[in-house]
């Protein structure tokens, strides 16, 4: 992904199996892997390590920046 994702323009480029975090005002609110996203890259969902998907839209403020891939 090589930080190509960078909010708040657009989220098109991020991709799924691409690892991510989601960060509002500096601080990570979610990370995980890209599961999918709308064509538009307005939308994204992101499963956690954990578990559990959440959806994100590019208008609720949040960056989406590259995340280095759990080891």
């Given amino acids: ?3 190509r994702v960078k909010s708040p ?3 098109d480029e991020v991709e799924i199996g691409d690892t991510v975090e989601l960060r509002r005002n500096g601080a990570r609110i979610h990370a995980g892997l ?5 064509a538009d ?3 994204v969902w992101v499963i956690a390590p954990a578990g559990g998907r959440r959806l994100f839209h590019i208008s609720d403020g949040y960056d989406l920046v590259e995340s280095p891939a759990p080891q």
Wanted: glycine fraction near 8%.
């Fill in 41 to 43: 890259g307005d939308v």
């Fill in 9 to 11: 323009t657009r989220w």
């Fill in 34 to 38: 890209v599961d999918a996203r709308t």
């Fill in 1 to 3: 992904m090589a930080n």
